[in-house]
């Protein structure tokens, strides 16, 4: 029963009961975020000025134009960054797990590290990493 409404056991009729805690927390969180951007907005004093509205780079004055191009070697080092950043944390659940796994866990593993080193070994070979 989900508010005083039954569910007649045909397919697609259930409403799961067990999930509205979940729909109130929902409701109450985002209720609390909206009210408090909106109070926010309401009471925050507003006086902009030049100097408050300029960029700020960490204390310094800004120097050049803002809109400037990166070279695309920039981006692809970020990715390659994120890539390898991203496989490195299943490293942490084998961890844990390892002893569970057994040695099937542990050839999973090198195979897994094989193609990861491969992987990094082909971006060297390509140049990807070299920052010039």
């Known amino acids: 029963m989900f508010l005083g409404i039954k569910s007649s056991g045909m397919p697609?009729?259930?409403?799961?009961?067990n999930y509205f805690p979940?729909?109130?927390?929902l409701i109450i969180a985002a209720s609390i975020g909206i009210s408090?951007?909106?109070i926010g907005i309401l009471v925050r004093p507003r006086r902009p000025y030049k100097q408050?509205?300029?960029?700020?780079?960490?204390?310094?004055?800004?120097?050049?134009e803002p809109r400037c191009k990166f070279s695309v070697k920039f981006y692809i080092i970020a990715m390659l960054f994120v890539v390898f950043d991203v496989e490195a944390v299943f490293l942490y659940p084998w961890a844990v797990a390892y002893d569970r796994l057994g040695l099937f866990g542990f050839v999973e593993m090198m195979i897994f590290l094989f193609i990861l080193i491969i992987g990094y070994i082909y971006a060297w070979e390509k140049?990807?990493?070299?920052w010039e």
């Open 127 to 130: 140049g990807a990493l070299d």
């Open 22 to 25: 979940v729909l109130i927390c």
């Open 12 to 17: 697609g009729t259930y409403i799961p009961s």
């Open 36 to 38: 408090v951007l909106t």
């Open 52 to 64: 408050k509205l300029t960029p700020y780079e960490s204390g310094n004055p800004p120097v050049g």
